[in-house]
Every structure is written in C-alpha cells, then in structure tokens.
C-alpha cells in the first residue's frame, strides 16, 4: 500500500459509528486519513452544517453535512458506509458511478443487498463486513473450525447481546456467525436456525438445529457467545466489545487496505489475511 494519504466519505457521519470512525481519522497521529465528505440521510437537521460544529469539534475546515455521496462532490477516496439497509443500497450504486471503493458495515443486510454488493464488485473494490473488530472475525474462524469437529455430537446455540437502541434482530455479526456454523454441519442459516423458543417442544432438539438468541438492554455494546453443549461438556467461544472504538479502528484499516485493491469482493478476513 502506498504512503499516500487516503481520502474518506463517511456516509452515516452524525450516527453512533459515524462518529467515531471520525474520531479515529481526527485523532490519527500518522496522518494517513483525511475526511473529505461526509453524508447524512437527506432530512438529516444538520443537513448543510459544517461538519466539524455538528461534531462539537473545530476540526474539518468547511466541510458541510451532504444528503448523498454525489453531493460532497468528491472524486476519489474511499467510502465508508455504516447507515442504513436502504441508504447502504443507493450508496453502492453511486460509489460504482463514481469509481470509488466502498467499506459496508452497515448491519441488517439481506441476502439480496449482498448480491448487490457483489454485482458492484465487478467494477470498484467493495468490502462488507457485519463486523468491523479482529477479535470477532477470529472469533467467525473459530466458529467454523469448532463447528466442523463438533457439530455433529455438540448442539449450537449463539447468544447475542446489544443496546436497547438495535434495530435489526438478530445482530448481523450473530447471522453471519449462525451462516458459519451452519455451513460447517452441511446445512443453510435458513434450515438450520431457530430464532428463540417458547412454548412446548413436539420432540428433543435436532442435532442439526442451530438456536439463535437476542438480547436487548441498556448501553451494552455487544456481546456474542456461541455455545457448543455436549453430553457432560460443553465450550463457549465468546467476544465481548467493550466501547465502538474497535469497530471504528478496523472500518478505517479496512479502508486504508481496499484503497489500494482492483475491483473485487473483499471481507474482513481479507485484511486480516485468515
């Protein structure tokens, strides 16, 4: 990767990860990131603000609040995109217009949105991730080796926590660990998974069942656990985030590492080289 110093568009820049991801950039000692946009929904109140007030910073210069990618007016850069399932679809669209490769992180994505990102790939560089932090997407590659020597003879059960402002249920990072695990025991995330339990079950619990737990409350952060129970054993694999800065520092590395890639598909593991 070159020494250059790498252009962002935050799109989602006055939300919760929107934030910090700029505090990660405004606090970069080495001076690799710059942000040169940032984007909020289009009947966003601070629509046409200077960024840095709307931040409480005096940082920025004149950069203002845009309602859209096209809107900042930048030609290059990378863009990094945590706001919703229905802007993230519009932003691959225009970072594809563009020519500009785009970091997903938004969560709560379906099957068909990633079909989308990977259609785009074709002709910018497009990384998604349900997850932005080392500590989970190891934890997605210990899921998988577990799963594939356990599955048959351990249950799996993942248990997942978050604030009580979440919207989407479960997390996207619970999904994509449900996708791995399922794919290890040779089912799909819809065959396999089971989205909580009430009531009086018909028989035992299959041993290719996949259960999937969502917890809400308070400020948690997140939390993810996968268990696997055995007769008189079991292990838990478990990620604990303790504030969105580690979310925030792995989306800027991530696009730190797309600025420099061809058109393609990419996902954390890709960064991370697992």
Known sequence: MSSKMIDIIIVGALGRMGVEIAKVILGDEREETCIVGCVEYAQHPKIGYNYGAALGEDCCGDLAVCPSIEATGATSGVVVDFSSVQSTRANLRAAAKLKLPIVVGTTGLEPDDRKLAEEVSASIPVLVSSNMSLGVNLLFSLTELVAKKLGGAFDIEIIEAHH??????????????GEVAAKAIGRTYGDAVVNGRSGMASGTR??????????????????????????GERLELRHTAHNRGIFARGAVAAAKWIASKGPGFYTMKDVLGL
């Open 164 to 177: 009580r402002f979440k919207k989407d249920s479960p997390s996207g990072t619970a999904r994509t660990l």
């Open 206 to 231: 299959p041993p290719t069942e996949i259960g999937m737990h969502a917890v809400r409350g308070g400020d948690i952060v997140g939390d993810h656990t996968v268990l696997f129970a055995g007769i």
